[in-house]
């Protein structure tokens, strides 16, 4: 039975940016496992399987709905065993949650303040407004505050990404000669971004930057189909 999986999108439902969504699909690419997208905006989360969710991604297989990416990656790793592993063991699993920590409290942390107006500017009108509202509390500042100077603070980021930076000198992927679901971690953050905005977060000569090329050409270019903004 082919999955069905609710991703968020803006305006144009074919343009997905969740980094939490991207993880997701990209896990279900690596399983090689049949699944079918539900375009969701933010206004409709409230609506989809009966109701109670505030966030996707959300995964429904078979009579199982599972929430939160991790959590998904987590039931696809023991639902489906024998197609390839997300984690390569129990270490990597515990090592794939120091990443997700790591990336949402230092790489989208600081990735926020860059590129949320872009965020805004891609939604729905209806969405717009409810985007606006709810991080302009969260903030304590509109939008346009929040992101003024970003030029000035990009440096600060860039120097944020040399543990990543560093290790992909001594190996092509997180996961080491191939993915694991640790990437997938880190390209959701960078695809969120590359989607939603046009600023230009590495420089092109960046080892980071190489190995999101790298997770853009994975399972026949995925990452790819949605063009950049």
């Given at each position: 039975?082919?999955?069905?999986?609710?991703?968020?999108?803006?305006q144009?439902?074919e343009?997905p940016?969740?980094?939490?969504?991207?993880?997701?699909?990209?896990?279900?690419?690596?399983?090689?496992?049949?699944y079918?997208?539900?375009p969701?905006?933010?206004?409709?989360?409230?609506?989809?399987?009966?109701?109670g969710?505030?966030?996707?991604?959300?995964?429904?297989?078979?009579e199982?709905?599972?929430?939160?990416?991790?959590?998904?990656?987590?039931y696809?790793?023991?639902?489906?065993?024998?197609r390839?592993?997300?984690?390569?063991?129990p270490?990597?699993?515990?090592?794939?949650?120091?990443?997700?920590?790591?990336?949402?409290?230092?790489?989208q942390?600081?990735m926020?303040g860059?590129?949320?107006?872009?965020?805004?500017?891609?939604l729905?009108?209806?969405?717009?407004a409810y985007?606006?509202?709810?991080r302009e509390?969260r903030?304590?500042?509109?939008l346009?505050?929040?992101?003024?100077?970003?030029?000035?603070?990009?440096?600060a980021?860039?120097?944020?990404?040399?543990?990543?930076?560093?290790?992909l000198?001594?190996?092509?992927?997180?996961?080491?000669?191939?993915?694991?679901f640790?990437d997938?971690?880190?390209?959701?953050?960078?695809?969120?971004?590359?989607?939603?905005?046009p600023f230009?977060?590495l420089?092109?000569?960046?080892?980071?930057?190489?190995?999101?090329?790298?997770?853009?050409?994975?399972?026949e270019?995925?990452?790819?189909?949605?063009?950049?903004?």
């Open positions: 039975m082919t999955m069905l999986l609710y991703e968020l999108v803006g144009d439902p343009r940016f969740s980094p939490h969504c991207w993880k997701v699909v990209m896990a279900l690419e690596h399983k090689g496992l049949a079918r997208t539900v969701t905006p933010f206004t409709a989360i409230p609506t989809i399987e009966g109701s969710y505030r966030t996707v991604p959300i995964l429904r297989d078979g199982t709905v599972v929430s939160d990416s991790f959590a998904i990656a987590q696809l790793e023991r639902q489906y065993p024998d390839p592993s997300l984690f390569g063991g270490g990597g699993e515990a090592t794939a949650r120091f990443v997700e920590r790591w990336c949402q409290m230092v790489v942390a600081q926020l860059l590129v949320v107006k872009d965020i805004h500017d891609v729905a009108a209806e969405d717009q985007f606006r509202a709810s509390t903030f304590g500042k509109p346009e505050e929040f992101v003024a100077g970003r030029e000035d603070r990009l440096p980021f860039r120097t944020a990404l040399e543990p990543l930076r560093s290790m000198s001594y190996q092509p992927f997180i996961g080491g000669e191939a993915p694991l640790a997938y971690i880190v390209f959701g953050a960078f695809q969120w971004a590359r989607v939603a905005s230009r977060l420089a092109e000569d960046d080892p980071v930057a190489a190995w999101f090329e790298r997770c853009l050409d994975l399972h270019g995925r990452g790819r189909r949605v063009a950049a903004a």
